[in-house]
């Protein structure tokens, strides 16, 4: 399995921006597949944004198109969440997640998951 250890969350005010990052370990992170997921409180965990092993191919939730934007550096191993005009419906815990090979939105699908960052959004 791959390491995945997240960071950059925060508390921010509503339309502000933040950037998540998250830093993977334990194999060529090339081969893999990444998401972003989020899970408010009493909510089920919620797909954000994936992206292929190649960068070429991203997928949204319809809630955060145009606001967030998913990218990888594999040359650091890390994939990063870029959200821009944050809203208090944004607070969550947001999870990194690893996928080998194929890019999909399919939370049941990722093989290994990240620890999760706080983000939260006040009005």
């Known amino acids: 399995q791959v390491q995945l250890v997240e960071s950059g969350g925060g508390l921010v005010q509503a339309g502000g921006s933040l950037r998540l990052s998250c830093v993977a370990s334990g194999r060529t992170f090339s081969n893999y597949a990444m998401g972003w997921f989020r899970q408010a409180p009493g909510k089920e965990r919620e797909f954000v944004a994936s992206i292929s092993r190649t960068g070429e191919i991203t997928y949204y939730s319809d809630s955060v198109k145009g606001r967030f934007t998913i990218s990888r550096d594999d040359g650091k191993n890390t994939v990063y969440l870029q959200m821009n005009s944050l809203k208090p419906e944004d607070t969550a815990v947001y999870y990194c997640?690893?996928?080998?090979?194929?890019?999909?939105?399919?939370?049941?699908?990722?093989?290994?998951w990240g620890q999760g960052t706080q983000v939260t959004v006040s009005s």
């Open positions: 997640a690893a996928k080998y090979r194929s890019v999909t939105i399919v939370a049941l699908a990722f093989d290994s």
